[in-house]
């Protein structure tokens, strides 16, 4: 796999802030990366970096194995879809798609030819003439992405593509861009804050806290085999467990992980284990419920088949799950 | 049973407290009635007092005056028009207008670049010190301004000092030699009141085009390099077609202002008329108000046409 990007001990500073610390990080040719973390853990900031519209502070960062530094964006051969897509206004859909070819001096009936196709491919065709102002906000995305496509980078950068849009437009936007990036067969890489959309679309992904790269891996790495306390948590919200109860569970001393989905519930028993304790909220989520139980002073979330014997508030239980399920990470305090 | 039913409903929907809470909802409930009484003012004196005279002054326009008795006759005509034609007169027309367009493009040149910097570049206090730099001179007294550029442009005054001491007195020698545009002096040439109305209307340029570049999104910048637009082509692709309300703005206001100024050619310049002046002269001593008022209808006609261009052209698309 060669490599599309690739960043080496880079770090952005502001000041006395550090937005981006040390990262080292590969991404491979034709790869879904996803960068995922909490606003201001240094993602947007690692983006505009291989973008070029902020410089690094230190390190070097290489597309396709030339070092970009000092390299301004408009030679960069990336493009970049905006948060909320900054579209010219002063410009119609077409205008806006066509911008890239006009600056390469591209004659005008190639230009509105490769902008009409860049259009039907996020099916827009048809659109070139209306004004950003007079589309919806799904449809003034899918214009970012086709100027953003129409001139064919080698590298697609997204960040938070998605965010301003409602869920099932989301939904719908992630299963198109992913077939786009399958038709297209360029790298993308994606920011977002949406571990689900993380999940779902990348082939691997990034964790990023405090402007410090915490793991990179596939989804199910990532969501199973967390390395710190910190991706166990915010990705997929699982149950962060502490050294001490750990070690009347499994007999060692470190922090686990223990996904809500992973846990079932043995229901009936009145023996004071570690494992039995009280429901204490009940959230009706569809198909699923999602209970928190008090283990003696441990909150515990776990997600459970909806139905006729899901316990209520108040009731005894007492919980069981796979020892595989149960993830002991590194640290251990 | 209905002395609680009375207090739980007080409870909840509390009285309306005296005539002012009334009034109160009564804006609530007809929020058109409050718009309609904040314009009242302003409409009946734009509506009666501004539209108004402006609407005689066009009357007076149609009327013309008894060349020998120098009454007014009130029927309607369009002599006074025709009047306007005479080569004088024209001469007096295209002079302003070729002054104000002249004024209008050399301050959009220079007020664009300061725009720039202050709109992209300057935070906190040194954009404090810009709108103070900018305001300041419209503090002071217009008329002391003028004659404070009279004794700089004086043959004796600071600027012919300036160019002795830098040994450019000849560049300023041939520059007064130059024909129409030179003179005795600058205080009485045409570079004069050119430079004085630069100065007095630059402030109306910059903060028009200032507050539009503020407007631009940096990620419309950022977006335009991205796409691969050099610095340049950014600026002419999409900050300039941006900015470009603003300019239109600012240019209203220096074309219009210089237009109608009778004060700056009068103090600064050579004898010759503009606008402002022949429009003070026949309405005061010649006692021609039919002509005056003619020569008030050329800058508004002027305005509108050039508001028109300005919209066809597309100036107004991005607003």
């Known amino acids: 796999m060669t490599s599309a990007v690739s960043l080496n001990t880079v770090s952005r500073h502001f000041g006395a802030v550090r937005a981006l610390d040390e990262v080292d990080l590969e991404v491979g040719e034709g790869e879904f990366f996803a960068m995922l973390g909490p606003s201001g853990s240094g993602k947007t900031t690692c983006l505009r970096l291989i973008a070029g519209f902020e410089q690094p502070t230190l390190g070097q960062i290489r597309i396709f194995g030339e070092a970009v530094e000092g390299v301004p964006p408009y030679r960069r051969n990336v493009n970049t879809v905006f948060q909320d897509y900054a579209l010219f206004p002063h410009m119609n859909v077409r205008e806006n798609v066509e911008f890239s070819l006009m600056l390469k001096k591209v004659d005008r009936a190639t230009r509105a030819r490769e902008a009409e196709a860049a259009l039907e491919l996020v099916k827009l065709g048809g659109y070139g003439e209306r004004r950003p102002g007079q589309l919806s906000g799904g449809q003034r995305q899918r214009v970012a992405l086709a100027r953003a496509i129409v001139n064919k980078p080698k590298v697609l950068l997204l960040d938070e593509p998605l965010g301003a849009l409602d869920l099932k437009l989301r939904e719908q936007m992630q299963e198109e861009l992913k077939a786009l990036q399958k038709t297209l067969g360029i790298t993308f890489i994606f920011v977002t804050h949406d571990q689900g959309e993380a999940l779902s679309m990348a082939d691997r992904v990034a964790v990023f806290n405090f402007g410090k790269l915490v793991q990179v891996g596939t989804p199910e790495d990532i969501y199973t085999r967390p390395n710190s306390r910190f991706v166990a948590d915010f990705v997929g919200s699982s149950n962060v467990l502490a050294p001490e109860f750990v070690e009347t569970i499994a007999g060692e001393r470190r922090w686990a992980s223990l996904r809500p989905e992973a846990i079932h519930l043995v229901r009936g028993t009145g023996g004071h284990t570690p494992l039995s304790g009280t429901v204490v909220s009940r959230s009706y989520l569809g198909a699923t419920t999602r209970l928190g139980i008090d283990l003696n002073g441990t909150l515990l979330h776990a997600v459970v088949p909806s139905g006729a014997d899901v316990p209520a508030d108040g009731d005894r239980v007492t919980i069981g799950f796979a020892r595989e399920a149960l993830h002991l990470m590194e640290e251990a305090e | ?319």
């Open chain 2, 1 to 319: 049973m209905s002395a609680l039913a009375a207090t739980s409903s007080g409870a909840i929907l509390p009285n309306r407290r005296g005539w002012l809470g009334a009034l109160s909802d009564r804006f609530w409930r007809q929020p058109k009635l409050f718009v309609f009484l904040l314009v009242l003012p302003a409409l009946l004196w734009l509506g009666i007092v501004y539209v108004g005279s402006l609407f005689a002054l066009l009357l007076q326009s149609f009327f013309s005056i008894d060349e020998f008795s120098g009454l007014i006759n009130y029927e309607f005509t369009l002599k006074t028009y025709a009047e306007l034609l005479k080569p004088q007169n024209l001469d007096v027309i295209l002079r302003t207008v070729i002054m104000a367009g002249a004024v209008t493009v050399a301050s959009a040149l220079i007020a664009f670049p300061i725009a720039y910097m202050a709109a992209r570049y300057a935070r906190g206090k040194w954009k404090a010190l810009f709108y103070l730099g900018i305001m300041l001179p419209l503090w002071a007294s217009y008329l002391v301004k003028v004659y404070a550029w009279k004794l700089i442009l004086a043959k004796e005054g600071i600027l012919n000092w300036v160019f002795e001491q830098l040994h450019l007195t000849w560049l300023l020698d041939g520059w007064l030699s130059l024909p129409v545009i030179g003179g005795n002096s600058l205080s009485i040439s045409y570079t004069g009141t050119f430079l004085v109305f630069l100065y007095v209307w630059m402030p109306y340029m910059i903060l028009p085009i200032q507050a539009a570049i503020e407007r631009v999104p940096t990620n419309l910048l950022d977006a335009s390099s991205d796409l691969g637009a050099t610095p340049m082509q950014t600026f002419w692709k999409v900050i300039f077609p941006l900015a470009l309300p603003g300019i239109v703005a600012g240019s209203i206001f220096t074309f219009s202002l210089t237009l109608g100024d009778y004060i700056i050619p009068q103090i600064i310049g050579t004898s010759a008329f503009f606008i402002g002046q022949a429009v003070y002269a026949h309405q005061g001593t010649a006692g021609n108000i039919p002509l005056a008022a003619a020569f008030t209808v050329v800058p508004i006609v002027i305005m509108g046409l050039y508001l028109w261009m300005a919209k066809r052209m597309g100036a107004f698309d991005a607003l």
